[in-house]
Structures are given as C-alpha cells and as structure tokens.
C-alpha cells in the first residue's frame, strides 16, 4: 500500500504541487485585503487547483513514457521528468488513470462553481484553463507555445479565478496582480526546458531554445525576469501598497542562473535550478505577503 502511494506521489510530481498553493495565496490575499474572502469557496479553488496540476502532470508523464522522452533525458531534482514508468514501478495506463480520474475531479468543481455564478465570465476561465491542462503535453508544447501555455494555466488564469470566486466579482487589482503571475510561470517552465533541448527537440516537442537556440532563449529568460520585477514595481504605482515591492527581493535569487544563462560557455547547473526554483516560488508568496502587510499599512 506505501509503494503504491508513493508511485501515485512520483507520477503526480506532488513536490510541485504546493506551488499551485502559492499561486493560489496571492488573490486569497488580495480578497482578504479587499473584504471578500470566503473560506469554502477558496478551499474548493484551491482543490481544483491541485488537482488541475495533478491531472497535468499525470498525463505529462504518461505522454513522455509513450514517446520515449524519459528514456533519452537525465532526471533532475527540478527537469528531466520521473522514472517510475521506465523502471517498471507503475504501469503506462496508471498514468492515464490518473490524468483522467483528476480531470473529472476539476470538471467536478468547476461545474460546481458555474452553477453558483454562471458561466460568463468564470466559465470561459475554466474552459480555457480545461483545454491547457488536456492540451499542454500533446498539443501546445508541440506547437512553441509550451511556456505560454504555463504562463496562463498556472499563473494568470488561476489568479483570476481564484479571486473571482471568493464574490463573483474580478477587479482591476485581480487582472493587474496575474501579470506577475503569468510571467513567474512563463520562466518556470523556461528555464527547466534546457537541461532537456536534444530529447524534446527529437521528440517533436517546439520551445524556445529549440526554436530559437539556448543562447537567445537565455537572454528571453532575462527579459521575462526584468518585466516580472518591473510587473511588481507597477503593482504598487497603480495603487498598492508598498509593501508589494517585497517580491522584488527574491530576484537576487536569479544572479546565477542569469549569469550561466548569458555565458555561451557555460551550462545550467542544478544549482541554477534550484535558486531559479527558489525565484519561482518565492516571488508570488512575497506577492502575497506584500498584499496582506499592506492591510495594516494601508
């Protein structure tokens, strides 16, 4: 039975799903700032949330065991996909299982949602967000819009949705918070495609450091990096708090990958990975911290 949970565990990526979490920490704080919060409603999206991302990672990995991508990649604390396929440990339809069973759990919740508000505007979110999670592996990573499709369905559209249903209401403040959101998401799955370039790249997988080579991809990553700390800067001159301007901070964090990003010479280390991580999901819960400090500043 523990086997057998930790095979569930390892096809489920469920060291990444606590990121879900804390993109959804950021319009919690924001409906909290604002008097909207509803404490079942925020525990259903978040829910839906972990579960969307289960259900994507679950059909990510079946999808690369089909097409052979585990077996030509070097896993990574952080890329390079899970060996639990290749090494026997769980079957190719488990996987399957599992991206379907989570699909229907989130459909599940979002009908719930739709029932309560309607379907305009929440629905088309939840139908958008449905077709990246079905489509990403098979579809849009395939067609160069793999890092697009990460920005939204990870970071904007769920920013938006989980604020709009804490009141049925989307503010300016909710569109202006999941810019920042889309562009952490856009770089998280960037910069994890480049230890894996030769295997998706044989594999029929479309990115940007295969479309666009390594070298000018890099200097994406940096553009994308900038424009997030200039999205938090703009956050508090359209009328936050100050205390947003924490997520600014964790861009130390980017000094090293930066510098491995920019140096044609030089490779992406796992410590990159890791500080690069540690940007990831440091900046939205610095986001979300600055959003609930500013209650008491403000």
Known sequence: ???????????????????????????????????????????????????AHV???????????????????????????????TSGRAEYTTARKMGFVFSVVSVGIMIWFVRLYGFFPIGTVFVAGLALVVGYTDVFSRIGLGETSCGLGLGALPTVGVF???????????????????????????LNEFPDVEADAANGRVNIPIAFGTGVAGYVYLAVAVATVASVVGLYALGFSPTVLLAVLPSILLYRPLSELTDPEADITERSLLYHTLWTVSTPASVSLGVLLGIFVQ
């Open 1 to 51: 039975m523990i086997r057998r949970a930790r095979t569930y565990l390892e096809i489920a990526r469920a060291e990444f799903l606590v990121f879900s979490l804390v993109v959804a920490s950021v319009p919690v704080s924001l409906s909290l700032a604002t008097g909207g919060f509803d404490l079942t409603n925020t525990a259903l999206a978040s829910l839906l949330l972990v579960s």
């Open 55 to 85: 259900a994507v990672n679950s059909i990510n990995v079946a999808s690369d065991y089909r097409r052979g991508i585990d077996e030509d990649t070097e896993a990574t604390r952080f890329s390079g996909g899970v060996d639990t396929l």
């Open 164 to 190: 709009y249903v804490q009141s049925g209401d989307v503010t300016p403040k909710a569109m202006l918070v999941s810019v920042p959101m889309f562009l952490v998401c856009f770089n998280l799955l960037l």
